[in-house]
């Protein structure tokens, strides 16, 4: 397995629909995650950061950690067409403290009017 | 504050020429990295820089430089360009304990 896995994707959702993004992670890494999302043609925006068990919301967005499945995942509701986007999972290495982060391949999520 | 900035935005070099990307960051971070991004690849650490004065390889080094000039400035040299180089490069700064990475806005080299 991957260090950071996500569902390949990509996504497609109606408006105002709730986009469930996905990423499983390996015993390598350590317990803290971000999402990033990056626009087509830029560069990745840090969104969403976990360090904890559960959920934590932040406007549309909500991040959930399950760590005895060892799954991480990115709720977005009330899709709009602007949340259309590349979206990347990032774990920090574990035991680093030097702050290297494995990046998983991303999610293309598409939002349709 | 301006974040993380990298200069140039395009750039095109032939085969054999040699370029450097400039990287600065002003939120006072003391980790940088380099990354490239690829279609299908997903972003892959070229070097990092945990600190000024230190430098240590990614996943990818072969055919780059870097050094570390300061605590804000992180520059990522390719000495030859090969067409194996095109690709969009990030440069990002982080700090430690919380480890989010924050990106400049790339640079988009292609190598013909």
């Known amino acids: 397995q991957k260090e950071v896995e996500q569902n390949s994707g990509p996504l497609s959702v109606p408006e105002g629909a709730i986009a469930s993004l996905n990423c499983t992670y390996s015993?390598?890494?350590?317990?803290?995650f971000f999402w990033y999302r990056q626009y087509s043609g830029k560069s990745p925006e840090l969104i969403m950061s976990?360090?904890?068990?559960g959920d934590k919301e932040d406007g549309r967005f909500t991040a959930q950690l399950n760590k005895a499945s060892q799954y991480v995942s990115l709720l977005i509701r009330d899709s709009q067409p602007s949340d259309s986007a590349t979206y990347l999972c990032?774990?920090?290495?574990?035991?680093?403290?030097?702050?290297?982060?494995?990046f998983g391949r991303g999610t293309q999520l598409t939002v349709w009017p | 504050n301006a974040g993380v900035t990298q200069t140039p935005k395009f750039q095109v070099l032939k085969t054999g020429q040699s370029m450097t990307l400039q990287c600065a960051q002003d939120?006072?971070?003391?980790?940088m990295y380099w990354y490239r991004q690829d279609p299908g690849m997903g972003l892959r650490l070229i070097y990092y820089?945990?600190?000024?004065?230190?430098?240590d390889k990614g996943e990818v080094p072969n055919g780059y430089n870097v050094s570390r000039l300061n605590k804000r400035e992180f520059s990522l040299r390719l000495e030859s360009a090969a067409p194996s180089q095109t690709s969009v490069y990030f440069c990002?700064?982080?700090?430690?304990?919380?480890?989010?990475?924050?990106f400049g806005p790339g640079t988009r080299l292609t190598v013909l």
């Open positions: 990002a700064s982080s700090e430690i304990p919380t480890d989010e990475q924050f």
């Open positions: 015993d390598r890494v350590s317990q803290s």
């Open positions: 976990i360090y904890s068990n």
């Open positions: 990032a774990a920090p290495y574990r035991g680093s403290t030097l702050g290297r982060l494995y």
């Open positions: 939120m006072n971070h003391n980790s």
């Open positions: 820089s945990a600190s000024e004065g230190t430098t």
